[in-house]
């Protein structure tokens, strides 16, 4: 059975995730949003999306471009925990995550990480 939360409190602990950002990656980060969904359409279990160009592969052409984004997905991680504090833990990993990828770290390096 999910666990029930209400979406201005799942909206806080997405922001409680951003904050544990290090300040000096947190200013680095430009051009992006972080949005909440109930679910991603095309695989309803997914946790977390970023979809945009990373850091790493933008070049003189990016200018103009629209921001990237950050997709947390409220229903699917409700889903899959057991209690609030499994909600905590897996909205901090999934924010890091996706994240991650703006700064160009694959899914191979983010689970020797252990941000996978």
Do not use: K
């Amino acid at each position: 059975m999910p666990v029930s939360m209400s979406a201005d409190h799942f909206e806080e602990l997405v922001g409680d995730a951003l904050d544990l950002i290090p300040p000096e990656l947190a200013r680095a980060i430009d051009n992006v949003v972080v949005l909440i969904e109930p679910r991603n359409p095309e695989d309803p279990h997914l946790l977390g999306l970023y979809h945009g160009i990373a850091l790493t592969e933008r070049d003189s052409h990016y200018g103009g471009a629209l921001p990237d984004t950050v997709t947390i997905y409220r229903d699917a991680i409700l889903e899959h925990c057991a209690d609030e504090s499994e909600v905590v833990e897996e909205v901090a990993i999934t924010v890091i995550h996706e994240i991650a990828h703006y700064f160009g770290i694959d899914e191979d390096r983010l689970h020797q990480l252990g941000w996978g």
